[in-house]
């Protein structure tokens, strides 16, 4: 895949429905022993409450995810919940919604509402971010080619990781794959062949905080 969603860092949201409070928590994971283990922790954290439900998906492809209605009516918690993470084209991620019932029956249609709602406002204090798959190379050139190279990459979506000046110029980029042969096609043609191109690997990156992070 080029490209997909994750919540970089989790958050806590909350909700009140007719005295009865929901406490959404989400949290990143990477396999289906990380969620056991979250919601075994927020369990623990939340003992006292009448129902700990969650979801999760697990996957570049999202290829494993699993809910729990944890008491509640059958389908009005866990599959609710599951359907905003893959709404909202998530992946790597758990969320588990704690209920304080406040002494007031829903129904099914306000459960429904309540647990996607709790899920949304967990999800919009964490902090998501687009793992996108990039090319990191070098590009060897004189100082002749620099020039050209330099505005060819100011245009460009790459970001420079580092420079090196020395009887040579050289210098580290990151750039999104899709536009990886097209950067490289543009430079060796604006620099007639004299500028070299190597290819180190690819990685995923985004940017969070304002920083580039490299996974």
Known sequence: MSGYKIVYRGGEGE??????????TVCPVNSEEDAAAFIEQTKKK???????????????????SRCSDDGEPAGTAGKPMLDVLLGAGLHNVCVVVTRYFGGTLLGTGGL???????VQ???ANSLVIEKILNCRMK???????IGKIQYILGKSSAVTV???????????????????????KEITEAT????????????????????????
């Open 121 to 123: 406002e967990g999800l």
């Open 162 to 184: 580092n420079s090196e000046y020395t009887d040579r110029v050289v210098v580290e980029i990151l750039i999104d794959k899709v536009f990886s042969e097209a950067l490289i």
């Open 15 to 24: 909700i009140v429905e007719k005295k009865s409070r929901f406490i959404a």
């Open 46 to 64: 939340y003992w006292d409450a009448r129902h700990n439900c969650h979801a999760f998906v697990i996957g570049e492809r999202n290829e494993l």
């Open 192 to 215: 007639s062949g004299k500028a070299s191109i190597e290819i180190l690997e690819e990685c995923y990156c985004g940017v969070a905080d304002g920083e580039i992070i490299v996974f």
């Open 112 to 118: 429904v509402r309540a647990y996607s709602g709790a």
């Open 139 to 145: 590009i060897y050139t004189d100082y002749n080619g």
